[in-house]
T-cell receptor
Framework: DVKVTQSSRYLVKRTGEKVFLECVQD?????MFWYRQDPGLGLRLIYF???????EKGDIPEGYSVSREKKERFSLILESASTNQTSMYLC??????????????FGPGTRLTVL | LAKTTQPISMDSYEGQEVNITCSHNNIATNDYITWYQQFPSQGPRFIIQ???TKVTNEVASLFIPADRKSSTLSLPRVSLSDTAVYYCLVGDIYTNAGKSTFGDGTTLTVKP
């Protein structure tokens, strides 16, 4: 089974802190994604990556950056956390193979609270 | 990316068949339709994906008419454990890492 793990289930940080959210997948997937989910707003894509060291902005990249130094790991960075970044953060990975389909496998999520 | 429209919520009873329709009027030629299920405090889970006509797997069926401007997820004989949020996504699965936009989803509540 594909496993996507996230470094923390719950995290509390203070305004202005630098925050690292880590995601690791064990299925050699090319693609990795970071979303945030807020009540009434569904899942919104922050950044995604289709290869090591490659990154693309999603729909709401402002205030975030990402790093993908190894294929299995995709990090989300909040350079200076703000209260409006309090949210559930979900990581996902997928593989686009020749047979088609790009099912995304999601991690359990990290609930981040910024005080 | 094609925008999708789904009902905000639906109620059903155990044992009934549930059909959730998604509208995607500006679907592009290369776009596929994908459905995910999400339980509280968990990440979404893939249910089914299709391009045209009908796709069936062990948990659901997906019906796509010829014009592809809508699609219907069919869940046969639902149980209480099918209570969840269901998301319809439309996008090209072969470009841009297959990224798609999650809409607001449909909250399905199954009652005993």
């Amino acid at each position: 089974d594909v496993k996507v793990t996230q470094s923390s289930r719950y995290l509390v940080k203070r305004t202005g802190e630098k925050v690292f959210l880590e995601c690791v997948q064990d299925m050699d997937h090319e693609n990795m994604f970071w979303y945030r989910q807020d009540p009434g707003l569904g899942l919104r894509l922050i950044y995604f990556s289709y290869d090591v060291k490659m990154k693309e902005k999603g729909d709401i990249p402002e205030g975030y950056s990402v790093s993908r130094e190894k294929k299995e790991r995709f990090s989300l960075i909040l350079e200076s956390a703000s209260t409006n970044q309090t949210s559930m953060y979900l990581c996902a990975s997928s593989s686009t193979d020749s047979s088609g389909g790009n099912e995304q496998f999601f991690g359990p999520g990290t609930r981040l609270t910024v005080l | 990316l094609a925008k999708t429209t789904q009902p905000i919520s639906m109620d059903s009873y155990e044992g009934q068949e549930v059909n959730i329709t998604c509208s995607h009027n500006n679907i592009a030629t290369n776009d596929y339709i994908t459905w995910y299920q999400q339980f509280p405090s968990q990440g979404p889970r893939f249910i089914i994906q299709g391009y045209k006509t009908k796709v069936t797997n062990e948990v659901a069926s997906l019906f796509i008419p010829a014009d592809r401007k809508s699609s219907t997820l069919s869940l046969p004989r639902v149980s209480l454990s099918d209570t969840a949020v269901y998301y319809c996504l439309v996008g090209d699965i072969y470009t841009n890492a297959g990224k798609s936009t999650f809409g607001d989803g449909t909250t399905l509540t199954v009652k005993p």
